[in-house]
């Protein structure tokens, strides 16, 4: 079911979308799973990938495989040039995060949100009293 009317459901603009994204939106869609050491920890479930990440490969040739982010590269191409092993974020596992002023905001603001959210829907036993006396 479509939620949103001002985005198309179409296959060829979804795709279109996707692919000639602007940066900033290109990091979220960048973005990877917590290890569940670090999920427990912050209360986050994934985080956009950055350089000095170590990361774990969940999926692919190099599965297993322990490494460090040398480069996150957002734009479209990359030239013929000599480079380190690409993955995509999707195929990976954040085990240790590089921590500065702005990604410890993030982290706090995306842990609060999800505080607030763990009580969504849930009655209490004096709300159910309550509400069958009316």
């Known amino acids: ?10 296959r060829r603009r979804s795709r279109k979308a996707h692919f000639m994204a602007p940066s900033s939106v290109r990091r979220v869609i960048m973005s990877a799973p917590l290890a ?17 990440d170590e ?46 002023k702005d990604r410890k905001d993030l982290l706090e603001r995306k842990a609060k949100g999800r505080a607030l959210d763990k009580d969504k829907g849930k009655f209490t036993v004096d709300e159910v009293a309550a509400a069958a006396i009316d």
């Open 36 to 52: 569940i050491d670090l999920r427990n920890k912050y209360s986050v479930r994934s985080m956009p990938v950055r350089n000095d």
């Open 1 to 10: 079911m479509k939620y949103n009317p001002r985005v198309s459901s179409s």
């Open 55 to 100: 990361v774990q490969v969940v999926r692919g040739t190099y599965k297993g495989r322990e490494g460090k982010i040398v480069q996150v590269y957002r734009k479209k191409w990359v030239n013929g040039s000599t480079v380190n092993v690409g993955v995509h974020p999707s195929k990976v596992v954040i085990t240790k995060l590089k921590l500065d």
